[in-house]
């Protein structure tokens, strides 16, 4: 499996010394993680779960049948 987009940007940051000149690279990968959470990051029906979604057709489709916990990524 390859990496996705998402993935090689934050590799080039990463592998290009995380300069300063580098770091377009960094806030491309960081925008794109916030819109991720913003739009496919939902509470499970138990309490302190969060769950992800899947993105199709500009809207996001809830058929994700376990639960997971991104406390790291959404710092609730």
């Known amino acids: 499996m390859g990496d996705s987009w998402y993935e090689y940007l934050l590799k080039v940051w990463v592998q290009g010394g995380r300069t300063k000149a580098m770091k ?6 960081e925008e794109s993680m916030r819109a991720m959470i913003d739009k496919l990051v939902f509470d499970g029906e138990e309490a302190g779960t969060k769950y992800v979604a899947e993105f199709n057709a ?8 376990s639960y ?6 959404t710092g609730n």
């Open 24 to 29: 377009g690279w960094h806030d491309m990968w």
């Open 58 to 65: 500009n809207h996001a489709v809830h058929k994700m049948v």
């Open 68 to 73: 997971i916990f991104i406390h790291s990524l």
